[in-house]
């Protein structure tokens, strides 16, 4: 995985008018962050193991309904920001499962890739 994941960096890169969603999924949760690359800075990260997603959903935090509502709420905030497009970042996952689920939530939340 981590030749894939070079492989893509090369080719990704966030700005701050069109930062990057750097995805992330482990065995319980999903975390997407959105990243300024020219200034190296996180602008803003949500995850099904933060306070806002349990207040929002009391289901559980590792399946394709969670990844969704991560997307929502990421598109959310996003928004709050002035943020519309975005670069996608799988990070060397395949796009498939919880990593499509967050990204169709996002879509669906209004921010274009």
Known sequence: MAKRVKRQKRRVWGSKNRPRLAVFRSARHIYGQLIDDENSKTLL??????ASFRSHNSGSTGNIEAAKAVGALLAEAAK???????????????YHGRVRALAEGARKGGIEF
């Open 80 to 94: 709050e920001l002035g943020i519309k497009n975005i670069v996608f970042d799988r990070r060397g996952y395949l």
């Open 45 to 50: 990260g949500v995850s099904s193991s933060s």
